[in-house]
């Protein structure tokens, strides 16, 4: 009986499963192998123990964590929400602009919430591909024929994207903008600090721009479920009208700003991660059978011959990487997060190991 009183196009929906098995090594969900800075953990200690009372409700717009935000971007604090996560501005986004019969438009491959988010709002999704034999590379006339035929209320592009780790240079995200003038366009931008790009300054020129960032990648704090958003004043209004109150907690609030204050551990962390990303790509491109994607962001999207019995022999020895088998657009592709260099190491033996031993 209750799947029948479910709507229809959710019925098809697959509820995310994270692989939470033991592991040795994780590197299949994009997170930061360094934890929180050791100051802000001390920090983040003398608070809980103090008494953050946590008896209350937090401050439900955060107002001291966008303050901090504004200061590290230089924009009004009035021009930022926080959301948990990413997922929920997008999904929020989507419950604003998007109803029966407006359309969503998205990379595809790339995030499954761009489209699910749209889904769950009742609008339509459509897809713009990034062609495989075209390296998944980004093609602003691709966009700007689907969006004149599509007439689409939304407009996503994930900058770096993910899965495939390839960016749209900053001025064609512009040219985006401006040219799909009666949509709102989303960028994107988890990944951005590992490629130095944003189009955030431009926010106040356009009124249909707005920018989504996160503390889980570069700032390695996935465990808060802490993002946000930053637009113009006026799209800034409208996504405020269907975020919900109290949407973050209290000690995800203030860790979040507690990071914010390490700026120089997060710029060393993040350029160690670049540095490995090259070393790691390079390696993976000597080993038989393994195909690597240009990658600008903190994993490195691959093609193998015997994807999954690559794949299932990693997890036997207790390393997690990502695998796609649903997508034709994926096929035979994994998705390996960047760890530290002893991760990294860990993982190339194992899988010359498995490529060399036929």
């Not at 692989?19 to 997170?31: H, M, S, T």
């Not at 008494?51 to 009004?76: F, G, I, M, Q």
Request: charged share 25%; glycine share 6%; proline share 6%.
């Amino acid at each position: 009986m209750i799947e029948e009183l479910i709507r229809p196009e959710i019925r098809s929906f697959i509820p995310y499963n994270a692989n939470q098995q033991p592991y040795r090594i994780k590197l299949d969900a994009n997170e930061s192998p360094f934890n929180l800075p050791a100051a802000a953990r001390q920090k983040l200690a003398e608070y809980v123990l103090k008494d953050p009372k946590l008896n209350l409700y937090p401050d439900t717009d955060s107002v001291e964590l966008r303050k901090a935000l504004s200061e590290h971007w230089t924009v009004d604090y009035k021009n930022i929400i926080v959301g948990t996560g990413s997922d929920q501005l997008i999904q929020v986004i989507a419950n604003v602009f998007v109803g029966p019969g407006d359309k969503v438009l998205y990379p595809a491959p790339s995030f499954g919430m761009y489209g699910d988010s749209c889904i769950i709002a009742g609008g339509t999704p459509v897809k713009y591909i990034l062609e495989p034999g075209q390296r998944f590379e980004y093609c602003k006339e691709t966009i700007f024929e689907a969006y004149d035929r599509e007439k689409p209320k939304l407009v996503y592009i994930c900058n770096p994207n993910n899965p495939t780790g390839n960016i749209m240079p900053a001025a064609d995200v512009l040219q985006v903008v401006r040219y799909c003038k009666n949509a709102v366009v989303v960028v994107d931008e988890a990944y951005a600090e590992f490629c130095d790009t944003t189009v955030i300054p431009h926010t106040l020129e356009f009124e249909n721009l707005i920018v989504l960032r996160t503390f889980s990648k570069a700032y390695g704090l996935a465990g808060i479920r802490c993002g946000y958003s930053i637009a113009g004043p006026a799209l800034t209004a409208a996504v405020n009208l269907a975020r919900a109150p109290y949407n973050i907690s209290r000690l995800s609030q203030y860790t979040a700003q507690l990071v914010l204050e390490e700026k120089d551990e997060i710029r060393k962390n993040v350029q160690y991660l670049v540095d490995q990303r090259k070393r790691l790509s390079g390696e993976l491109e000597q080993i038989r059978g393994i195909q690597v994607f240009q990658s600008h962001s903190n994993f490195i999207l691959v093609k193998a011959d015997r994807c999954k019995e690559v794949y299932k022999k990693l997890c036997e020895k207790g390393i997690f990487i990502r695998i796609f088998g649903a997508s034709p657009l994926l096929e035979n592709c994994l998705r390996i997060s960047v760890g530290t260099e002893q991760q990294n190491t860990i993982l190339l033996d194992e899988l010359k190991s498995i490529c060399y031993n036929d």
